[in-house]
């Protein structure tokens, strides 16, 4: 089974600043890797598709790079409404969407 | 809008059995995960309405069942047997498949589901 790694675990940055979240994967998953954010007590939202698709609606700010087995998330700008626990997801293998451990990001 | 509505929250005793539900599509394939109190997301498998095909993952194979009732588009998560472990908020998602696009872009609201003597 395919193993995605996070780092860091947490982190905390200022509004305005940008932050770098990474994700490894155990085996190569071409760019089928999605990133979700989820807010406390809410359910996740999808960021990033296809490891650099942003979706509709969500901000500029938010891009994704990488191929192989690592990704990074980018925040450029973080805003309030930021925070959260971000969740790197591979969608390459046949029907087995594993997701990292999280990365939760707290505002300073 | 499509959305997903899922059963409200349980309160079990360990052995007890629990049948909880998603309703809101019946023509994509339906995953179902799990997140422990103060936990991550884990993956447990995914099934299609239409016809009940299942992919379970390997860590909760046996422990769990999907089913499905497609003339009323709802995917179901049962257990025969709830432990203590089984405590969490358990999240239905709607799978999309466009080329390289494989996402979860809509998610039901979550079940609590707590399992305490």
């Known amino acids: 089974d395919i193993q995605m790694t996070q780092s860091p675990s947490s982190l905390s940055a200022s509004v305005g600043d940008r932050v770098t979240i990474t994700c490894r994967a155990s085996?190569?998953?071409?760019?089928?890797l999605n990133w979700y954010q989820q807010r406390p007590g809410s359910a996740p939202n999808l960021v990033i598709y296809a490891a650099s698709s942003l979706p509709d609606g969500v901000p500029l700010r938010f891009s994704g790079s990488g191929s192989g087995t690592d990704f990074t998330l980018t925040i450029s700008g973080l805003q309030p409404e930021d925070f959260g626990t971000y969740y790197c997801?591979?969608?390459?293998?046949?029907?087995?969407?594993?997701f990292g451990q999280g990365t939760k990001v707290e505002i300073k | 809008e499509v959305k997903l509505v899922q059963s409200g929250a349980e309160v079990k005793k360990p052995g007890e059995s629990l049948k909880i539900s998603c309703k809101g599509s019946a023509n994509r394939w339906i995953a179902w995960v799990r997140q422990m109190p103060g936990k991550g997301l884990e993956w447990m498998g995914i099934i299609y309405p239409g016809d009940s095909e299942t992919k379970y993952s390997p860590s909760f194979e046996g422990h769990v069942t999907f089913s499905a009732d497609k003339s009323t588009s709802a995917a179901y998560l049962q257990w025969s047997s709830l432990k203590t472990s089984d405590t969490a908020i358990y999240y239905c998602?709607?799978?999309?498949?466009?080329?390289?696009?494989?996402?979860?872009?809509?998610w039901g609201q979550g079940t609590r589901v707590i399992v305490s003597s």
């Open positions: 998602a709607r799978l999309t498949m466009r080329g390289v696009r494989r996402t979860f872009d809509v």
């Open positions: 997801q591979d969608s390459n293998s046949t029907f087995m969407f594993t």
């Open positions: 085996q190569t998953i071409s760019n089928y």
